[in-house]
Structures are given as C-alpha cells and as structure tokens.
C-alpha cells in the first residue's frame, strides 16, 4: 500500500503548490460536470468550461498536446452544448434524448479519424512546438511515421499512441453529448479505462483518479438516457 501511495505522490514533488491546487480543483469540477450530465442538468457546461480551462494550461505544461487539444476542443464544444441544451421548442420542452442517425454515425467517423490525424500531426511537431517555434528544429524533425519502422519503440512514443486513441474518443463522445445522443456514453466509458493507465504511468495520480470517478456516473448516465430513449419510442415520440 506503501508503495502505491508513493507511486502516485512522487510525480507530484517536482510541481509547484499552484500546479497541485489547479489540478485538484479541475478534477474536482470535471467531476461534477459529468455527475451533471448524467442528470441532465445544463450545468454540465459551466463546470466543464471552467475545468477544461484549466487543464489547457495545466496538460501544455506537461507536454500532453493530445490531451491539451482535448481540453481546448472541449472548451469550445462545450460552449456548443450549452447553446443546444438551452434550444426550446414551441412546448417549452429541450432537445430529447436520441440515438445516433446514419448520417451522425459518417460525421462520428470523420471526427474520430480526423482527430487521430490531428493529434499524430501535432505529436511529430512537438520538438519545434517545445522549442518555442524554432524554425532550426523543423529541419531536424524525422521523417513522418518513422516510428512504423522501428522495431523498439519508446514508453513515449507507447504513450502518444494511447493519448491520440483516448483524444478520438473523446472528440466524438463530446460531440454526440452536445448533441444528446444516448451513445455518447459507450465513448466516455471506453475512453475513460484506456486513460486510467495512461496518466498513471506518466505520474498525474490526481487526474487518473478523476477519470475512475468519471466511470461511476458514465454507466449510471448511460443507463439513465436508455430509459429515456425507450419510453420515447414506447410513446411513438
């Protein structure tokens, strides 16, 4: 037990007290978002703004562009969201809960594609971007995709992989929430096993945490909407 709790506490020694406090507080609040989503409650998009906000700045840092672009998609989808959720018909009544159309399955596979193409991209300039734009780093770049033909590949590179997976995911599972769409859910679930390992290998015990909790009200969220689409459809709605 020891050893575990140092394991998650050690990364953290090398941070400031502000780096430490912000985080904990956007867990806290990317918590609260998702609790709020479940229910149904508008209120997920203040709380997320507010949290993506803050890991912008925090996961830049860290030198996680994948999850960075995350954040910063989220804090713009999420302004998206909130203006959905706040459309009323001429009963007074917000947008339903539905189920994904056809034509949302192709735009849900473009978004997941384009967002691995994204992230792949901002991986291989990430030296000229940690260099602060250094026009001599771009010469030095490899090839693109040289780590296909490497037969040992790096925990870093390992880890951009999961990272670039978990940001396709979460690209689309953002998108349909906005949308209210009952498989936003299968998204977030998913995303959020593969990100647990993640950020616990690379130290950020706080954040990994967050996304456990965030499986609690994912599969109560997803169950909660299902309801709603069956008595939909049970009312001929």
């Known amino acids: 037990m020891e050893k575990i709790i140092d394991f998650l506490i050690e990364p953290y020694e090398g941070y400031s007290n502000l780096q430490i406090v912000l985080e904990l507080i956007a867990a806290l609040l990317g918590i609260a978002s998702v609790i709020f989503s479940a229910r149904k409650n508008i209120l997920v998009y203040p709380t997320g703004i507010i949290s993506t906000a803050i890991y912008v700045y925090l996961l830049f840092g860290w030198g996680l562009y994948g999850d960075t672009l995350i954040n910063a998609y989220y804090f713009t989808m999420s302004i998206y969201g909130w203006y959905m ?23 849900a596979s473009f978004i997941f594609l384009g967002a691995i193409v994204l992230v792949l ?19 030095q770049l490899p090839e693109p995709f040289y780590w296909l ?27 349909l929430m906005a949308r209210k769409k009952l498989e936003n859910w299968i998204f977030w679930i998913v995303g959020d096993l593969v990100a647990i390992p993640m950020y616990l290998f690379r130290g950020y015990g706080i954040t990994a945490f967050q996304y456990f909790i965030f499986l609690i009200p994912a599969v109560i969220g997803y169950f909660a909407w299902r309801k709603d689409v069956v008595r939909r459809k049970q009312n001929g709605r």
């Open 85 to 107: 959720w706040s459309k009323v018909d001429e009963n007074s009544m917000t947008i339903p809960v539905t189920t994904m159309t056809h034509k949302e399955k192709f735009y």
């Open 149 to 175: 033909r490497e037969d040992n590949i790096s925990f870093d590179i390992k880890i951009q992989y999961v990272d670039t997976f978990t940001t396709a995911l979460f690209f689309v599972g953002m998108w």
């Open 121 to 139: 991209f901002i991986y291989h300039f990430k030296p000229y971007i940690q260099s602060g734009f250094n026009t001599e780093v771009l010469s």
